[in-house]
């Protein structure tokens, strides 16, 4: 079954320092994976999302994330953290047979600190 | 233009009771989702739909719960003789067909009392 786990469910940075939240997934097959971000009292955002095309993925707001099959690992980053990146973080993957559903892990909540 | 819109934003109500949960999709998306986001958990999939049939109704947790989208538009969530466990925010999502980038709504937060 496919399935996706975030290790830390809170991380704290200092503003200006590296962003690193980490997600390993399960799949047989090659995944489908994405990064959503949820702001308070908000739904979810989509950050980046690798669908096989590249390794590395760029999305909004500065964040990229890795595709690592070797390490099973699609760690999201972003060089230098600002304030208004706090939020919930929650990773992702598609079921690739027989319809489009998503698993979700169970989030990092990202504090920065000034 | 206007995202997802999901109706009411917030609803209390007492064990027992039945209700219902609306989420106005963006036009011209075919593809809809619910989900259920427990306190400190991510979102849990509830049922897929794809035009008016539910195409994946797998997360259902037991027959209390019932989606419906008759036109192929809005849906509506129902829950009958609701239990506390029930209480959670949820989460509605569309996209353009199945497999594209879903947009969330702000959910709806169900408190059953």
């Known amino acids: 079954a496919q399935s996706v786990t975030q290790l830390g469910s809170h991380v704290s940075v200092s503003e200006g320092a590296l962003v690193l939240l980490r997600c390993n997934y399960s799949?047989?097959?090659?995944?489908?994976l994405f990064w959503y971000v949820q702001y308070p009292n908000q739904g979810l955002q989509l950050l980046l999302k690798?669908?096989?095309?590249?390794?590395l993925v760029k999305g909004i707001n500065g964040f990229e994330a890795e595709f690592k099959k070797s390490e099973t690992s699609f760690h999201l980053t972003k060089p230098s953290a600002h304030m208004s990146d706090a939020a919930e973080y929650f990773c992702?993957?598609?079921?690739?047979?027989?319809?489009?559903?998503?698993?979700f892990g169970t989030g990092t909540r990202l504090k920065v600190l000034a | 233009g206007a995202g997802v819109s999901q109706t009411p934003s917030n609803k209390v109500t007492e064990k027992g009771k039945y209700v219902e949960l609306r989420c106005d999709p963006i036009?011209?998306?075919?593809?809809l989702y619910w989900y259920r986001q427990s306190l400190g958990q991510g979102p849990e999939f509830l049922i897929y739909f794809q035009g008016t049939g539910a195409a994946d109704d797998s997360g259902l947790p037991n027959d209390r719960f019932f989606a419906v989208r008759p036109e192929g538009s809005v849906s509506t969530l129902k829950i009958q003789r609701t239990e506390r466990g029930d209480s959670a925010v949820y989460l509605c999502?569309?996209?353009?067909?199945?497999?594209?980038?879903?947009?969330f709504g702000d959910g709806t937060r169900l408190s059953i009392l």
């Open positions: 036009s011209g998306h075919t593809a």
């Open positions: 992702a993957v598609r079921i690739t047979s027989g319809t489009y559903k998503y698993i």
């Open positions: 799949s047989s097959v090659p995944p489908y």
């Open positions: 690798y669908t096989s095309a590249a390794t």
């Open positions: 999502a569309s996209s353009l067909t199945g497999g594209q980038p879903q947009h």
